[in-house]
């Protein structure tokens, strides 16, 4: 299909991007910079740091690395909450020429095992309180070297002891832990990694565009999470994209350093970390929240500074809108509130209008994209259309019937998707049949294009799961409950949940009477992350099976309520 929507595009907007203006990632980060060295480049916990500053540190970081007896390509983990040092550590890995794995720090021991196992990473960037979890599992993995990094090891000295020492003592947010250098790895510090760098020589590595950056993982129909495949390409081609989106909204401001944009969503996740990306292009300055459920605290932060960005999920504009101090905040400065992960509901959409002025801009995105796909066109104020907006430029939308037939406008059929920013594939799998004999990828979204351009997403194509705002598929978490000893089986769906989205349940088949719900659901804590675990469990004397024996999902869901309760 011709990309009739570009002719739509509001004014500004270009058709189409350049990727290949700048040679690698390496090349990106040097040269912004280098152009941005005075603009403070972010905030945390009224910290801040200026993109020179960032520059040295990522420096320092990269020639600790390439002294580590890495050769290119080799993984480096990173399992950080919003912090300073996040940005550093992600800029210094691929500065040094190897490939960066996020790890999300809600992650259970099994879960992280896995993602060290896939990636065969040798070296571990993570933050102190997450040390208790990969202490369960770290000799069993291929990590020789632990970087261990405070919460307070980017505020100052005086503020960072402070910090720390509340976090451990008052907060009891550090639980304990036993990591200590033995024969199978070796323990240092951050502080420890950014000064021995100082004195390090550094060898600018051979990077070309199409050479591995990420390996990012999301959720898997497997039972287990995919390694998404992305390329320094993808990163910069997406970053581009966006950015030629709303730069002719956000040139209206004048001065690039006076941007001030809220991350509150965790880098970790792609939709934030690509947010970042174009600011770094732009020279913008961003204010880390580490901890978004501290909506006192987020709000606190908001009144600190004039705000023009915030990307968010609806879950996230839900909590703001609740607290009683919201209306007291200066949203004069807002220009754009990006919702994606999961749908903005219409009540949520209008609230945050009437209160901001400022309309929610659904778009749409998967780790495989670089979060990059379709986006609303940026407006002051408008009405919630439940559009996630037209293709960005240089991306190709297509939908396909399940023969892989194109189909035409309107028609509703599996959303296709091609360009630059998207995966080749993914890790130590076969990707081919995720992919379209023409190159599209398969996003098992269920959509249509409509005449004005405009791609309307009405669900998943399989049994996969939103909670608030991350992937959740029902095959994990059957795994996990079924490795309970008195499990016999188990079926999982979701339900509609109003401050999640959906909320798992769990039909579940007993092997001995006397397992009860308190058990198995502190057996899923142990095993699952938090938005994965089951909310509501219910015991059943069977499943609902075909002939050969597949569960039903779909009986399961006509038989539970439409709403959690």
Same mark, same amino acid.
């Given at each position: 299909?011709?990309?009739?929507?570009?002719?739509?595009?509001?004014?500004?907007?270009?058709?189409?991007?350049?990727?290949?203006?700048?040679?690698?990632?390496?090349?990106?980060?040097?040269?912004?910079?280098?152009?941005?060295?005075?603009?403070?480049?972010?905030?945390?916990?009224?910290?801040?740091?200026?993109?020179?500053?960032?520059?040295?540190?990522?420096?320092?970081?990269?020639?600790?690395?390439?002294?580590?007896?890495?050769?290119?390509?080799?993984?480096?983990?990173?399992?950080?909450?919003?912090?300073?040092?996040?940005?550093?550590?992600?800029?210094?890995?691929?500065?040094?020429?190897?490939?960066?794995?996020?790890?999300?720090?809600?992650?259970?021991?099994?879960?992280?095992?896995?993602?060290?196992?896939?990636?065969?990473?040798?070296?571990?960037?993570?933050?102190?309180?997450?040390?208790?979890?990969?202490?369960?599992?770290?000799?069993?993995?291929?990590?020789?070297?632990?970087?261990?990094?405070?919460?307070?090891?980017?505020?100052?000295?005086?503020?960072?002891?402070?910090?720390?020492?509340?976090?451990?003592?008052?907060?009891?947010?550090?639980?304990?832990?036993?990591?200590?250098?033995?024969?199978?790895?070796?323990?240092?510090?951050?502080?420890?990694?950014?000064?021995?760098?100082?004195?390090?020589?550094?060898?600018?590595?051979?990077?070309?565009?199409?050479?591995?950056?990420?390996?990012?993982?999301?959720?898997?129909?497997?039972?287990?999470?995919?390694?998404?495949?992305?390329?320094?390409?993808?990163?910069?081609?997406?970053?581009?994209?966006?950015?030629?989106?709303?730069?002719?909204?956000?040139?209206?401001?004048?001065?690039?350093?006076?941007?001030?944009?809220?991350?509150?969503?965790?880098?970790?996740?792609?939709?934030?970390?690509?947010?970042?990306?174009?600011? @770094?292009?732009? !020279? /913008? *300055?961003?204010?880390?929240?580490?901890?978004?459920?501290?909506? $006192? +605290? =987020?709000? %606190? #932060?908001?009144?600190?500074?004039?705000?023009?960005?915030?990307?968010?999920?609806?879950?996230?504009?839900?909590?703001?809108?609740?607290?009683?101090?919201?209306?007291?905040?200066?949203?004069?400065?807002?220009?754009?509130?990006?919702?994606?992960?999961?749908?903005?509901?219409?009540?949520?959409?209008?609230?945050?209008?009437?209160?901001?002025?400022?309309?929610?801009?659904?778009?749409?995105?998967?780790?495989?994209?670089?979060?990059?796909?379709?986006?609303?066109?940026?407006?002051?104020?408008?009405?919630?259309?439940?559009?996630?907006?037209?293709?960005?430029?240089?991306?190709?939308?297509?939908?396909?019937?399940?023969?892989?037939?194109?189909?035409?406008?309107?028609?509703?059929?599996?959303?296709?998707?091609?360009?630059?920013? @998207?995966?080749? !594939? /993914? *890790?130590?799998?076969?990707?081919?049949?995720?992919?379209?004999? $023409? +190159? =599209?990828? %398969? #996003?098992?979204?269920?959509?249509?294009?409509?005449?004005?351009?405009?791609?309307?997403?009405?669900?998943?194509?399989?049994?996969?799961?939103?909670?608030?705002?991350?992937?959740?598929?029902?095959?994990?978490?059957?795994?996990?409950?079924?490795?309970?000893?008195?499990?016999?089986?188990?079926?999982?769906?979701?339900?509609?949940?109003?401050?999640?989205?959906?909320?798992?349940?769990?039909?579940?088949?007993?092997?001995?009477?006397?397992?009860?719900?308190?058990?198995?659901?502190?057996?899923?804590?142990?095993?699952?992350?938090?938005?994965?675990?089951?909310?509501?469990?219910?015991?059943?004397?069977?499943?609902?099976?075909?002939?050969?024996?597949?569960?039903?999902?779909?009986?399961?869901?006509?038989?539970?309520?439409?709403?959690?309760?």
């Amino acid at each position: 299909m011709e990309k009739f929507w570009t002719k739509k595009y509001p004014d500004g907007v270009v058709s189409e991007i350049n990727d290949e203006m700048y040679s690698s990632l390496t090349h990106m980060f040097e040269e912004k910079f280098a152009t941005f060295a005075h603009h403070e480049f972010s905030s945390n916990m009224g910290v801040s740091y200026t993109y020179a500053q960032i520059d040295e540190i990522s420096q320092n970081v990269s020639t600790w690395l390439q002294s580590q007896g890495l050769k290119k390509g080799d993984k480096v983990a990173l399992m950080m909450p919003n912090v300073n040092q996040y940005m550093p550590v992600v800029v210094g890995i691929l500065r040094a020429g190897f490939v960066v794995t996020s790890i999300n720090p809600m992650y259970t021991a099994r879960e992280l095992k896995h993602q060290l196992d896939d990636t065969k990473a040798s070296i571990i960037f993570i933050l102190e309180p997450f040390c208790h979890v990969l202490e369960k599992i770290v000799k069993d993995t291929a990590i020789k070297t632990v970087v261990v990094s405070t919460i307070g090891d980017m505020l100052g000295t005086g503020k960072g002891m402070l910090v720390n020492l509340v976090a451990k003592h008052v907060k009891k947010a550090i639980p304990n832990y036993g990591l200590k250098s033995c024969k199978a790895y070796q323990l240092t510090d951050f502080k420890s990694v950014v000064k021995a760098g100082k004195s390090l020589p550094y060898s600018r590595p051979i990077q070309q565009l199409d050479d591995l950056a990420f390996v990012q993982y999301t959720g898997g129909t497997t039972g287990v999470a995919k390694g998404v495949l992305l390329s320094h390409r993808n990163i910069i081609s997406g970053t581009l994209q966006f950015e030629a989106w709303i730069a002719p909204t956000f040139d209206k401001v004048g001065n690039s350093a006076d941007i001030n944009t809220i991350i509150a969503l965790p880098m970790y996740h792609f939709y934030a970390f690509m947010v970042v990306m174009i600011g @770094v292009n732009a !020279g /913008y *300055h961003f204010t880390f929240i580490t901890n978004p459920r501290d909506i $006192d +605290g =987020f709000v %606190k #932060t908001l009144a600190a500074r004039p705000f023009h960005m915030i990307p968010a999920v609806n879950t996230l504009y839900q909590a703001l809108i609740m607290h009683p101090d919201i209306e007291k905040l200066d949203f004069s400065n807002l220009i754009l509130s990006m919702s994606g992960g999961m749908a903005a509901t219409p009540a949520t959409s209008q609230k945050w209008i009437d209160m901001t002025g400022t309309a929610l801009v659904q778009g749409w995105g998967m780790t495989e994209t670089v979060a990059v796909g379709t986006l609303n066109p940026i407006i002051a104020k408008g009405d919630f259309t439940g559009k996630v907006g037209m293709p960005l430029p240089g991306v190709d939308i297509s939908i396909r019937d399940d023969d892989g037939k194109e189909l035409g406008i309107g028609e509703v059929g599996e959303i296709c998707i091609k360009g630059n920013n @998207v995966t080749q !594939g /993914y *890790h130590n799998m076969d990707s081919k049949p995720y992919f379209t004999d $023409d +190159g =599209f990828l %398969k #996003t098992g979204d269920v959509g249509a294009i409509q005449e004005d351009g405009y791609i309307t997403l009405y669900d998943r194509k399989k049994d996969m799961l939103i909670v608030s705002g991350f992937n959740v598929f029902p095959n994990e978490v059957e795994g996990v409950v079924g490795m309970h000893p008195k499990v016999a089986e188990c079926a999982v769906i979701g339900i509609e949940d109003p401050k999640r989205g959906q909320a798992v349940k769990a039909f579940v088949v007993r092997s001995d009477e006397s397992l009860t719900e308190e058990e198995l659901m502190a057996f899923c804590k142990e095993n699952l992350t938090g938005y994965k675990r089951p909310r509501h469990i219910e015991f059943c004397d069977e499943l609902p099976k075909s002939t050969v024996g597949k569960i039903l999902r779909n009986e399961l869901r006509e038989k539970a309520p439409v709403k959690a309760s």
